[in-house]
């Protein structure tokens, strides 16, 4: 699995834990959709923005 995939798994995993605890304080839901369309595009433009070419095979 690439080191791409795993951020993006363990950024969803933070999205969903930051969803839950809004839920949990009370938060409207049309605020929590919009944060989290938020959060997806930061999370996205911060993986492709890290990632490193593979080493070429030989």
Request: proline share 5%; net charge positive.
């Amino acid at each position: 699995m690439s080191n791409m995939a795993v951020y993006l798994i363990g950024f969803v995993v933070l999205m969903v834990g930051l969803i839950y605890g809004a839920n949990l304080l009370g938060v409207p839901q049309t605020w929590i959709i919009v944060g989290a369309i938020i959060l997806a595009g930061v999370g996205i433009m911060t993986a492709v923005g890290t990632r490193r070419k593979d080493p070429p095979v030989s």
